[in-house]
């Protein structure tokens, strides 16, 4: 039982390290602000709470567990939040190109 923990906490470290990868090349390579938001916030924060889960069950500690619980929800709760800003700060810069947005919900803020 213990070789199966082992091997699911290499699994979802492995794979939370590749979503970490593919968020820090998508900061690189997209060109607009909103694929970079894209990029910097879901597969970041979907790597992340892999980890944290896998050091959670390798640890086999529940005060390593209670400890990562509420890391996991400011993580949810600030990536969100401060893509939204950025966004939101990007478009009234004028850096996000207007034509390609389906709807312009902020045109009355401008």
């Given at each position: 039982?213990?070789?199966?923990?082992?091997?699911?906490?290499?699994?979802?470290?492995?794979?939370?390290?590749?979503?970490?990868?593919?968020?820090?090349?998508?900061?690189?390579?997209?060109?607009?602000?909103?694929?970079?938001?894209?990029?910097?916030?879901?597969?970041?924060?979907?790597?992340?709470?892999?980890?944290?889960?896998?050091?959670?069950?390798?640890?086999?500690?529940?005060?390593?567990?209670?400890?990562?619980?509420?890391?996991?929800?400011?993580?949810?709760?600030?990536?969100?939040?401060?893509?939204?800003?950025?966004?939101?700060?990007?478009?009234?810069?004028?850096?996000?190109?207007?034509?390609?947005?389906v709807i312009d919900e902020l045109a009355d803020d401008k």
């Amino acid at each position: 039982m213990n070789e199966l923990r082992e091997i699911v906490v290499l699994v979802l470290i492995l794979i939370g390290a590749l979503l970490c990868l593919t968020a820090a090349i998508g900061l690189l390579r997209f060109r607009d602000v909103p694929t970079r938001l894209h990029a910097a916030t879901k597969p970041q924060v979907l790597g992340f709470l892999l980890i944290c889960i896998a050091v959670a069950i390798g640890l086999e500690s529940w005060a390593v567990a209670a400890f990562l619980v509420p890391v996991m929800l400011i993580q949810l709760a600030t990536a969100p939040l401060s893509a939204h800003m950025v966004g939101r700060q990007a478009y009234r810069n004028g850096t996000i190109d207007e034509r390609s947005l389906v709807i312009d919900e902020l045109a009355d803020d401008k």
